[in-house]
C-alpha cells in the first residue's frame, strides 16, 4: 500500500475553448475620408507642431 499526501482524482475533462482568432470580420470597417483641402493640408502641417 502506498501514501499519497493527497487522495487521488480522476483528470477533469478539458473545457471547451475559444479560438483565438475568428473568420467573420468582428470590427466594423474604416469609415472613407474625403481629401483634404489645399488650406486644411497647411493648417494641418503647421498646426502639428503646436502639441
Known sequence: MSIH???L?????AAPFEAYF???QLT????????LSALEQM???WGSDRA
Open 9 to 13: 482524482r480522476k483528470p477533469q475533462p
Open 43 to 45: 493648417y494641418a502641417y
Open 28 to 35: 466594423p470597417a474604416a469609415p472613407v475620408l474625403r481629401p
Open 22 to 24: 475568428s473568420a467573420e
Open 5 to 7: 499526501p493527497f487522495p
